[in-house]
């Protein structure tokens, strides 16, 4: 007997406040459930292919965030877009935005006052955020990996650099500069990230990328307050950080840290952020949150990492986002800040 996918609901296909909601019931499954939101994302909402380019992907995670999607229409209002039991429970919303370059996209996106969070890949959002836009680059030359992610989208430098209209770099590694440098790399400067006040630019960007930085740095408050000198008030700072619930790495500590002392923590870091927290140290220099969400295990690093840990990665995950490997906050500048 087939269950009716608005059981948890008790069977409302309504919601308050929402004038349309519309639910896919029946157990429509892979292609055809995905030509089925194409459909009726072109026919309501009137977006082309460019936009839907999620739909096109065939992989377990897109599948099971189209299950839930919420495309976001005029005034806040939403089309809900559901197929089977996962519909009513699932956490991950798509939603349908104006993207950072002023394009219509496809995005994962969940409101801050949620609970839960989007999980998404922290590369693929690095792109679709710098997309045709002005960035600044703050540790671009991915130290002390430089030579080991050259060539693959681990060094995300490269990788902004296909993506934005322009990218412009930050690192204090002058090695790593140089070697940029050698390639045609234009842009670049050696500063100090936690005194940003020294730095011979003086522009603002659409989008400040801060990329698994913050955790290496002994006054992130310093850091954070010296951005904001670089943004305007539609200016986005998206800072990506290793998640201080991460489940593999609680697995990894354990399993082998006997006695406390063996952490599998990077010999650079000093700090781990949560949610909570990386909003609190923001706020404390004049940031406000726009968005947040978690990345997962990336697939740029997935060939180099232990099967053990893929395993356990996925395992957890799947069932809670929240113990995934990083976290991404995107931040804009706080209502008492002057921005240019």
């Known amino acids: 007997m087939r269950r009716n996918p608005c059981a948890a609901t008790g069977g409302r296909r309504h919601c308050a406040g929402t004038p349309i909601r519309a639910v896919l019931c029946g157990n429509l499954r ?3 459930r995905i030509s089925r939101v194409r459909s009726l994302c072109r026919g309501v909402l009137g977006l082309d292919d460019a936009a839907l380019w999620s739909c096109r992907s065939n992989d377990i995670r897109a599948r099971n965030a189209f299950c839930a999607a919420w495309l976001v229409g005029p005034r806040g209002h939403g089309l809900c877009l559901g197929g089977g039991q996962s519909c009513c429970r699932s956490s991950h919303r798509l939603v349908a935005t104006v993207g950072f370059g002023g394009e219509a996209r496809m995005t994962y996106r969940t409101p801050v006052n949620d609970r839960a969070f989007a999980l998404v ?4 959002f690095l792109k679709a955020a710098c997309r045709g836009s002005s960035v600044l680059h703050l540790g671009c030359t991915n130290w002390p990996y430089r030579e080991q992610s050259s060539g693959d989208e ?26 940029l440098r050698e390639q045609g790399v234009g842009h670049l400067y050696r500063g100090d990230l936690e005194n940003l006040a020294e730095l011979p630019i003086d522009r603002t960007f659409d989008v400040i990328v801060a990329g698994e930085v913050i955790e290496h740095l002994s006054n992130p408050g310093q850091f954070l307050s010296g951005i904001k000198r670089f943004m305007r008030n539609d200016t986005r700072l998206v800072i990506t950080t290793v998640n201080a619930y991460c489940a593999f790495r609680m697995a990894i500590y354990g399993l082998r840290g006997r006695g406390g002392h063996s952490e599998p923590v990077h010999p650079d870091h000093v700090a781990y952020y949560s949610y909570k927290t990386l909003v609190h ?22 060939p180099f990492a232990r099967r053990s840990i893929t395993i356990i990665n ?14 991404i906050g995107v931040f804009r500048l706080g209502p008492g800040e002057a921005g240019q």
């Open 30 to 32: 892979g292609r055809r």
């Open 121 to 124: 890949q922290r590369v693929g």
């Open 154 to 179: 681990r060094f995300v430098h490269s990788v902004l650099l296909k993506e934005a209209s322009e990218v412009w770099g930050v690192d204090a590694d002058e090695e790593g500069l140089a070697a």
């Open 281 to 302: 140290i923001a706020g404390r220099a004049g940031l406000e949150l726009d968005q947040f969400l978690f990345y997962d295990l990336g697939h740029e690093h997935r």
């Open 314 to 327: 996925d395992l957890v995950v799947r069932f809670m986002p929240q113990l995934a490997d990083g976290v």
